[in-house]
């Protein structure tokens, strides 16, 4: 954990008590701080009371006696409208920041010297994330892993000189972080998310820009440039610090570009580096070759060579639930994208693999499968579950063979048996739901852990080791 110290002998606000909000309370307790929690959650109340966190109704507290108010990100700042919580704050002339600006803070003050690289983006943040952690742990630098992804910032190790923590951060979390000063950072790409949080794609893409506004002279920019607002972004990134821009299938005169299952490094309109991505199962599908663009360029930013990029990429094994390889029942290839909660996020999946029994289904999104149709023909087979499965069949009328089967068990089932029958040499059984989990499962973590389950109780299962190149 690292203690905040910079409100010791002050009183401080947390409202909203998950995973980030616990370890601000904790931290600024163990820093000296006098703190006060509050959810609006009875359930996350009564789980706080017994970790013995001073527990009060803030709503009635007179927020003039507190320093600042610790926001949890998932609690809204501006849109649809500011909580009760940040109104109060507001009036009374204090501070509403969040968990990851206290760690900045924490760190200006420390002196340490650790180094911190950010990266955020609409899509494979997490994937980028942790294979940036990987790369840079798989050279022998000591790396913590954390933000939204993980561990909360608060709860990781301490700042040293021999450390660098690498920080998924969502545009929530950019938002509370006005001191947000990392030595390198990447914003992948933007597309309409969160606008119920953030009102428009214009100031979405705002708050996400904030990851270069402070960025020092030895610092550096990586930039994806596959869609308009960040190439937009990438044209106002002028500064001491060096850009990097990625792109999938155009090449770059400075950064990372990607075709084909190979990366090549660019500077000033020269290849100096380049890895292989095929035959890596762990990075499959475009989307990942931006994502291995981006965590090479971060790399190289922190000064790995070319060829401990290529050993790193080798030995990624991946995230759970992200187009994880499971198991393998003879040729057919079993994959939990139980993340995959909406069109887009399939789409990527779809994209990656050819003959696919394709189990799909929840409580969809609007649009529910509109977008998809140009990966129909990958399809042999799909298998409908949840409270979807009606209407995605009208979706997919005639254009692919379907089944309803309700439940993630006969699915699973189902779609086993008809791969067997496959005379391809990969036929694949995927689980991309489209769909929010919550109709079945109280998560798409829980969803892909009982998809795992079921897929390892076939008869001739065998785990996938996603280490090294896939067969």
Not at 161 to 174: C, N
Not at 235 to 241: R, S, V
Not at 434 to 445: E, K, R, V
Request: proline share 4%; aromatic share 6%; with cysteine.
């Amino acid at each position: 954990m690292i203690p905040v110290t910079i409100f010791a002998g002050c009183d401080v606000a947390v409202v909203g008590l998950g995973l980030s909000g616990l370890a601000t309370a904790r931290a600024l307790e163990q820093g000296g701080a006098n703190v006060v929690v509050w959810d609006d959650k009875e359930a996350a109340r009564e789980e706080v009371a017994a970790a013995g966190l001073s527990l009060a109704d803030l709503s009635q507290a007179d927020f003039s006696k507190f320093a600042a108010l610790i926001l949890a990100p998932g609690i809204p700042l501006t849109h649809p409208g500011p909580h009760w919580s940040v109104l109060k704050a507001r009036h009374a002339g204090i501070e509403v920041i969040g968990d990851v600006e206290l760690f900045f803070r924490e760190r200006a003050k420390s002196g340490a010297g650790s180094k911190v690289v950010v990266v955020t983006g609409t899509n494979g943040k997490s994937t980028t994330s942790a294979l940036t952690a990987h790369l840079l742990s798989a050279a022998g630098k000591r790396v913590a892993l954390g933000g939204n992804i993980g561990k909360a910032v608060l709860d990781l190790e301490p700042f040293a000189p021999d450390l660098t923590h690498v920080l998924e951060l969502s545009s929530f979390q950019i938002d509370l972080t006005p001191s947000l000063e990392p030595d390198a950072a990447a914003l992948l790409n933007i597309t309409p998310d969160h606008l119920d949080r953030h009102g428009t794609l214009a100031l979405y893409a705002a708050i996400k820009a904030r990851v270069f506004a402070q960025l020092g002279s030895d610092a550096t920019a990586v930039i994806g440039v596959d869609d308009e607002p960040c190439r937009a972004i990438a044209e106002t990134l002028h500064g001491p610090f060096a850009v990097k821009r990625i792109a999938v299938g155009q090449p770059v005169q400075n950064g990372v570009w990607a075709a084909d299952g190979v990366i090549v490094e660019m500077d000033g309109g020269h290849e100096v580096g380049r890895a292989e991505l095929d035959g890596i199962g762990s990075l499959r599908g475009a989307h990942n070759w931006q994502n291995a663009a981006a965590a090479y360029a971060l790399a190289r930013s922190q000064g790995l060579e070319g060829r401990e990029i290529q050993q790193g990429l080798e030995s990624f094994a991946g995230l759970a639930h992200r187009m994880e390889q499971v198991a393998r029942v003879g040729s057919v290839l079993f994959v939990n994208d139980s993340k995959a909660t909406n069109a887009d996020a399939a789409g990527k999946a779809l994209g990656s693999f050819d003959d696919i029994y394709w189990i799909v289904g929840g409580r969809a999104k609007d649009g529910g499968l509109a977008g998809l149709e140009p990966f129909y023909p990958k399809i042999a087979r799909a298998y409908l579950i949840g409270e979807a499965a009606e209407d995605f069949a009208r979706q997919l009328g005639d254009a692919v063979p379907h089944v309803a089967c309700g439940t993630l068990d006969h699915a699973v089932a189902q779609a086993a048996a008809d791969a067997s029958l496959s005379q391809g040499p990969e036929p694949v059984v995927l689980l991309s739901p489209a769909c929010a989990s919550y109709d079945q499962f109280d998560n798409f973590a829980k969803r892909g852990d009982a998809f795992r389950e079921l897929v390892m109780r076939l008869d001739g299962a065998t785990s996938v080791t996603q280490q090294g190149r896939a067969a």
